[in-house]
C-alpha cells in the first residue's frame, strides 16, 4: 500500500440557502484583480440549470475528463497528440460568452453629470475592452430559474430522465430546485495535472492540493479542456491560469478555507482521509457502474493498525493521522455512507463529496387525494402518484423518497453516475435521523418505530446521535479538523524532486501525468 493523506471536504446540499457569502469571500481574496474579473473559483448553482460555464456538464461539447481506453484510461480532449493538433485552436475550451464578459458602471456619469430635465445613467462598461456593451449574462444569472426553458430545461442531467418525467417534473405543483456550491475538487487523478504540457500543474505531497507554478505555466489551457469541472482558468491579463488554491496559505496556518469560513449555512466540512494510491489507475479504469465503490474502497479507515503503520512508514506525521482519525469527511464518507462524488463518471476521483439534498420534504402525514388530476394528465401520472399516503409504517415512509419533486433519476447522474440505488441509500439514512430526532424531540412517532427505521438503514441510536450532533449542532472545530503543516517535510520533498519543470508534483513524477499523455 502507497498510503497518502488528502485534504477533502464535505458539502451539506440539504442545508445550503444559495445565499453566495462563500463565493464573495473566495472572490474579495484571491480573483478581485485584473484579467480575473469573471473568475468564480467558488460558485453557486441552481440545479436544474445549466451552471457555470454554461453545460460544463456535457463532455460531449467540452472533453474534458477521462475516458476507457482498452484496459485503461486516457483523457478525452487531451494529451500530447490532441494536445498538439489543438495548440493554435482549440474547439472544446469554453470561451468567455460561456462564462460571462465581466462588466461594471461609468458611475461618474452619476456623479458629474450637469444639471437636466432627464435622470443619468450609468452605462455598463466590459472590463475587458472598456467599452459600452449590453449585458447578457452574469456569473449567477440562472439563480432560482428552475423553470425555464433557458436554463433549468437545458440542464444535462435531465438526458436520463424520459420525456414524460421532464414534463413532469417542471408541472408548477411539482417544481422544486436546490443549490450546488462548487469548488476545485483537487482529484486524485486530475485530469488538469496530466494535460500541462509545462509540467506547471501539480498535486502537494503532503495534502493532496493541486496548483499551478505560475513561473512555469505558458499558457498552454489544456488544463481548462482536461477539467471536467471547468475549474481552471484563464488569466486574460497575466497570461497564465489560474485554479482555487483551497486557501492553503490559511490550511498551513491551521484556518478553514475562506469559503468555508463564510458559510452561513454551515454546509461544509474539511478534514484529512487517508487513501492508498497504488489503487488510483485500477480505480479510475473501472467499469462506470463500479467507479463510486471502488473510489470508496481506495480510502481507509484511519484506525487500522495496519493502514497507521504504512502511513508512518511513508511519513505522513502523527498529527495527521490524528487529524484523520477525528476527521468529518471519514465520517460521512466512510464511517455513515452519506456523501457521493460528484460526477464520478469523469474518472478524475474527486474529492469533494456531497450529501444529496431530501428538500422538499412533505411535511403532512394526511392523505391526499389526486385522481381527478392524475386522470387529466395521462401518462404523466405514473411519474406523480394519485395518492401521497403517509402513516409511520416504514414501507410508506421510504415511499416518500420516491415520491420526492425532484426525480431519484437526476440526483443519480449527478452524484452516482446514475445509479438510484446509491442515493436512496443515503436519502433513506437522512430520512431515518429526521424520523429517530421526531420520535425524541415531539414523540408522536412510538420508540419501536424509530428504531425500526434506523435498523432498515444499517443505523444505531448512537450513531444517529452522532450524524444529527455533526450535521446540525457542531461547533467549528468539529466542522473544519485542519491537520498541523509540515513544510519542513515538504521542502525537503521539493529538494528531493529535482528540476521543478519536469515534475508534476511531489511524489507524482511518474505518475498521472505520465498515464494521460
Known amino acids: 500500500m502507497d498510503i497518502r493523506s488528502q485534504i477533502s471536504m464535505v458539502f451539506h446540499l440539504d442545508k445550503c440557502i444559495g445565499c453566495h457569502t462563500c463565493s464573495i469571500a473566495c472572490k474579495n481574496i484571491w480573483t478581485d484583480r485584473k484579467g480575473a474579473e469573471y473568475m468564480w473559483w467558488n460558485n453557486v448553482e441552481t440545479k436544474p440549470g445549466t451552471g457555470y460555464p454554461g453545460k460544463w456538464e456535457d463532455q460531449d461539447i467540452y472533453k474534458g475528463g477521462w475516458e476507457k481506453s482498452g484496459n485503461g484510461i486516457k483523457l478525452k480532449g487531451a494529451g500530447k497528440k490532441k494536445g498538439l493538433s489543438n495548440i493554435f485552436h482549440n474547439p472544446h475550451m469554453p470561451v468567455i460568452d460561456d462564462y460571462y464578459e465581466p462588466f461594471t458602471y461609468k458611475y461618474l456619469d452619476l456623479i458629474e453629470s450637469p444639471a437636466s430635465d432627464?435622470?443619468?445613467?450609468?452605462?455598463?462598461?466590459?472590463?475587458?475592452?472598456?467599452?459600452?456593451?449590453?449585458?447578457?449574462?452574469?456569473?449567477n444569472w440562472d439563480d432560482d430559474l428552475s423553470g425555464t426553458p433557458d436554463y433549468a430545461r437545458n440542464d444535462p442531467n435531465l438526458k436520463n430522465l424520459s420525456p414524460a418525467e421532464q414534463q413532469a417534473m417542471f408541472q408548477l405543483e411539482r417544481m422544486a430546485f436546490f443549490y450546488l456550491p462548487r469548488i476545485c475538487n483537487h482529484c486524485l487523478n486530475p485530469g488538469c495535472v496530466a494535460s500541462c504540457p509545462s509540467g506547471a500543474m501539480y498535486k502537494r505531497g503532503e495534502d493532496g492540493i493541486v496548483l499551478i507554478n505560475q513561473e512555469v505555466c505558458r499558457a498552454w489551457r489544456m488544463c481548462i479542456t482536461a477539467c471536467p469541472y471547468k475549474k481552471a482558468y484563464y488569466n486574460w491579463h497575466s497570461g497564465k491560469s489560474e485554479k482555487c488554491i483551497l486557501c492553503y496559505p490559511r490550511i498551513e496556518a491551521g484556518y478553514a478555507p475562506a469559503c468555508m469560513h463564510s458559510?452561513?449555512?454551515?454546509?461544509?466540512?474539511?478534514?484529512?482521509?487517508?487513501?492508498?494510491?497504488d489503487r488510483i489507475h485500477e480505480t479510475a479504469s473501472a467499469p462506470e457502474n463500479e467507479l463510486v465503490d471502488r473510489q470508496m474502497d481506495m480510502l481507509l479507515d484511519p484506525f487500522d493498525p495496519e493502514v497507521i503503520e504504512s502511513a508512518k512508514k511513508n511519513g505522513i506525521a502523527d498529527s495527521t493521522i490524528k487529524a484523520a482519525q477525528s476527521?468529518?469527511?471519514?465520517?460521512?464518507?466512510?464511517?455513515?455512507?452519506?456523501?457521493?462524488?460528484?460526477?464520478?463518471?469523469?474518472?478524475?476521483?474527486?474529492?469533494?463529496?456531497?450529501?444529496?439534498?431530501?428538500?422538499?420534504?412533505?411535511?403532512?402525514?394526511?392523505e391526499v387525494d389526486n385522481s381527478a388530476q392524475a386522470e387529466k394528465l395521462g401518462d404523466i401520472a405514473k411519474y406523480w402518484p394519485d395518492k401521497w399516503l403517509y402513516d409511520t409504517s416504514t414501507e410508506e415512509l421510504w415511499g416518500t423518497i420516491d415520491q420526492?419533486?425532484?426525480?431519484?433519476?437526476?440526483?443519480?447522474?449527478?452524484?452516482?453516475?446514475?445509479?438510484?440505488?446509491?442515493?436512496?441509500?443515503?436519502?433513506?439514512?437522512?430520512?431515518?435521523?429526521?424520523?429517530?430526532?421526531?420520535?425524541?424531540?415531539?414523540?408522536?412517532?412510538?420508540?419501536?418505530?424509530?428504531?425500526?427505521?434506523?435498523?432498515?438503514?444499517?443505523?444505531?441510536?448512537?450513531?444517529?446521535?452522532?450524524?444529527?450532533?455533526l450535521t446540525s449542532l457542531a461547533k467549528f472545530d468539529d466542522r473544519f479538523v485542519v491537520p498541523a503543516a509540515h513544510r519542513e517535510q515538504a521542502i525537503e520533498m521539493i529538494e528531493n524532486a529535482g528540476d521543478r519543470k519536469g515534475s508534476t508534483g511531489f511524489g507524482f513524477k511518474e505518475g498521472t501525468a505520465k498515464r494521460g499523455l
Request: aromatic share 10%; hydrophobic share 45%.
Open 118 to 139: 432627464d435622470q443619468p445613467t450609468a452605462r455598463p462598461v466590459s472590463l475587458i475592452t472598456g467599452k459600452p456593451m449590453d449585458i447578457k449574462m452574469g456569473p
Open 263 to 277: 458559510c452561513v449555512g454551515r454546509i461544509r466540512y474539511l478534514g484529512v482521509i487517508l487513501y492508498d494510491a
Open 327 to 366: 476527521s468529518p469527511i471519514y465520517k460521512f464518507v466512510k464511517k455513515w455512507g452519506m456523501a457521493l462524488p460528484l460526477h464520478a463518471e469523469f474518472r478524475t476521483l474527486p474529492m469533494l463529496f456531497y450529501v444529496p439534498p431530501m428538500l422538499p420534504v412533505m411535511a403532512s402525514l394526511t
Open 404 to 469: 420526492a419533486r425532484m426525480p431519484i433519476e437526476y440526483m443519480a447522474s449527478l452524484f452516482s453516475a446514475g445509479d438510484t440505488e446509491k442515493v436512496k441509500v443515503r436519502l433513506k439514512k437522512l430520512l431515518a435521523v429526521r424520523i429517530y430526532r421526531r420520535w425524541k424531540t415531539v414523540g408522536d412517532i412510538s420508540e419501536e418505530k424509530a428504531n425500526q427505521v434506523l435498523s432498515d438503514v444499517g443505523l444505531t441510536q448512537e450513531l444517529a446521535e452522532e450524524i444529527y450532533y
